[in-house]
């Protein structure tokens, strides 16, 4: 029988531990928890942001926020409108009211073949909302937007965020987690 010598011995030890440090490594990488950051926006209201995102300044002009992560293809957008400010005008439109205005107001201009999904009704804490999910193309690559529509007792907020479909199934759980930590301050 033949003996291995001492040095492969020593050489399949380093492997085996080098393949448990790798091994080690890739399961920590696939449980990598997303880091949020609580952002106050004009002292009007707070969102908890993901890592990933950064500032911008592109993506709408009249936004309160905005944004995005040119790597992970997503985008968010939030911008209000005081009550007070829409009352002015002697309208007193309902959370169905305004959401129906803000998506007749071009938000579906640049989709291509857009399919809208049911809206849904829901809450948000002690605030009420409109969601709308909204499938389509922009420059052949298929999107996916995911708007909502939240009434406060002072303003309604416009909550828009938008990615490419397979990205915006990726951070499914990270997007849940963003929005829902919308409050108004």
């Not at 990598?32 to 952002?39: A, D, L």
Request: hydrophobic share 40%.
């Amino acid at each position: 029988m033949q003996k291995w010598p001492k040095t492969a011995m020593v050489t399949n030890k380093h492997l085996s531990l080098s393949l448990l440090s790798f091994f080690v490594l890739v399961v920590t990488a696939c449980i990598h928890q997303t880091v949020f950051t609580p952002r106050e926006i004009e002292e009007k209201f707070s969102i908890a942001i993901p890592e990933y995102l950064a500032p911008s300044e592109k993506l709408n002009a009249e936004a309160a926020c905005q944004f995005q992560s040119l790597d992970e293809e997503i985008y968010l957008v939030i911008a209000y409108e005081n009550k007070e400010f829409i009352e002015s005008f002697d309208l007193q439109p309902s959370l169905s009211d305004y959401h129906n205005r803000v998506v007749q107001q071009g938000f579906l201009e640049e989709i291509n073949d857009a399919l809208i999904d049911t809206t849904i009704i829901d809450t948000l804490g002690q605030y009420k909302q409109l969601i709308t999910t909204v499938r389509g193309t922009i420059n052949t690559y298929p999107i996916v937007y995911e708007l909502r529509i939240i009434e406060t007792g002072t303003a309604y907020y416009q909550v828009v965020l938008w990615a490419r479909k397979d990205k915006f199934s990726k951070h499914q759980q990270d997007i849940k987690r963003m929005l829902a930590s919308f409050k108004e301050l």
